[in-house]
């Protein structure tokens, strides 16, 4: 099992930045890619920033792609997700998520963020004001 805490979300003026962690625990060697999400309100939730455990890979949505980077610190167990020039429309609920299986990165999109995550974290509240 995988344990996933998230932290660093919080209100910010729109063009503003926020880093957020994710703390990993339990049995992380079985993680070979890690990623955020996100969820809007009345919104499903998306997939934002992935890294490839081996690798250092990254894989980013178009609509953040330039201003987030996701990045790791294995010495730490966490995960961060830096975010600039935020917007009203970057605001909700980031989740940090962990799969075992990892598919090419190719293939994420096709294959659909959601279905590779298996861990969850409980997720930060990221507010961004016009």
């Known amino acids: 099992q995988v344990q996933l805490k998230e932290s660093g979300g919080g209100s910010v003026q729109a063009g503003g930045s926020l880093r957020l962690s994710c703390a990993v625990s339990?049995?992380?060697?079985?993680?070979?890619?890690m990623g955020w999400f996100r969820q809007a309100p009345g919104k499903e939730r998306e997939g934002v920033a992935a890294v490839y455990v081996g690798s250092d890979v990254t894989v980013y949505a178009d609509s953040v792609k330039g201003r987030f980077t996701i990045s790791r610190d294995p010495a730490k167990s966490t995960l961060y997700l830096q975010m600039n020039s935020l917007t009203p429309e970057d605001t909700g609920v980031y989740y940090c998520?962990?799969?075992?299986?990892?598919?090419?990165?190719?293939?994420?999109?096709?294959?659909?963020?959601?279905?590779?995550?298996?861990?969850w974290g409980l997720g930060t509240q990221v507010t961004v004001s016009s």
């Open positions: 998520a962990a799969a075992k299986d990892a598919p090419p990165a190719s293939l994420l999109d096709e294959m659909g963020w959601d279905s590779v995550f298996g861990y």
């Open positions: 339990g049995s992380t060697y079985i993680s070979n890619l």
